[in-house]
């Protein structure tokens, strides 16, 4: 069974640009959950999303917003890139909405703002 | 952000010794997840924990779900230098009537040979 799959896995950016991640989560998988990691802060919620509906949202500015599509797999999108964007963003999949089951992880997706 | 309280925050062991390390949290979990993360990839899932008191290993490795329902614990028997890396305690809070998954701050693991 294949894992979390995140694309692309590194990318470099400038700031006030914009960066669009993708996910595709386990076969059967409805949710996806979305974190941000850096060191200062380890891993933060951005967004959960469950057969296409955002379910939940961390407190992040609206300049990070995602979707999910009828085949479970999910985007996220950060406009006018700031420097303290670069970070780790995992992608995380369950069968079952956040907190009702297990999360399995990708790679995660490397972001450098220059 | 939120974030649970993870100790210890990293530690340096010789190969061969046991390791335990541990999570709390202000807020009463319904489950505990405990994660291995290693430089350039994303955690990976070591043992799902529902129940209160649970007990559950996977190899060398053994967790248990506190039964205060606010903590949980990690042991890893017998270290080898494969084990390195940091690992995480998760656990699902309710924010705005539904759960996401908070992290612990992680403990960084060392194993020397």
């Not at chain 1, 992608?91 to 995660?108: D, Q």
């Not at chain 2, 939120?2 to 100790?7: F, I």
Request: proline letters at 5%.
């Amino acid at each position: 069974k294949a894992g979390v799959t995140q694309t692309p896995r590194y990318l470099i950016k400038t700031r006030g640009q914009q960066v669009t991640l993708s996910c595709s989560p386990i076969s059967g998988h409805r949710s996806v959950s979305w974190y941000q990691q850096t060191p200062g802060q380890g891993l933060q919620f951005l967004f959960e999303y469950f057969s296409e509906t955002q379910r939940n949202k961390g407190n992040f500015p609206g300049r990070f917003s995602g979707r999910q599509f009828s085949n479970s797999r999910s985007e996220m999108n950060v406009s006018t890139l700031e420097l303290g964007d670069s970070a780790l963003y995992l992608c995380a999949s369950s069968p079952s909405p956040s907190g009702t089951g297990e999360l399995f992880f990708g790679e995660g997706s490397r972001l450098t703002v220059l | 952000g939120q974030q649970l309280n993870q100790s210890p925050q990293s530690m340096f062991i010789q190969e061969g010794e046991d390791v335990s390390m541990n999570c709390t949290s202000s807020s009463i979990f319904n489950t505990w997840l405990w994660y291995k993360q290693e430089p350039g990839e994303g955690p990976v899932l070591l043992i799902a924990l529902y129940k209160a008191g649970e007990l559950t290993s996977n190899g060398r490795l053994t967790a248990q779900f506190g039964i205060t329902r606010k903590d949980s614990f990690l042991n890893i028997s017998a270290s080898i230098p494969s084990d390195v890396g940091i690992y995480f305690c998760a656990g699902p809070n309710l924010y705005s009537g539904t759960y996401k998954y908070i992290f612990g701050t992680g403990t960084r693991l060392k194993v020397l040979a």
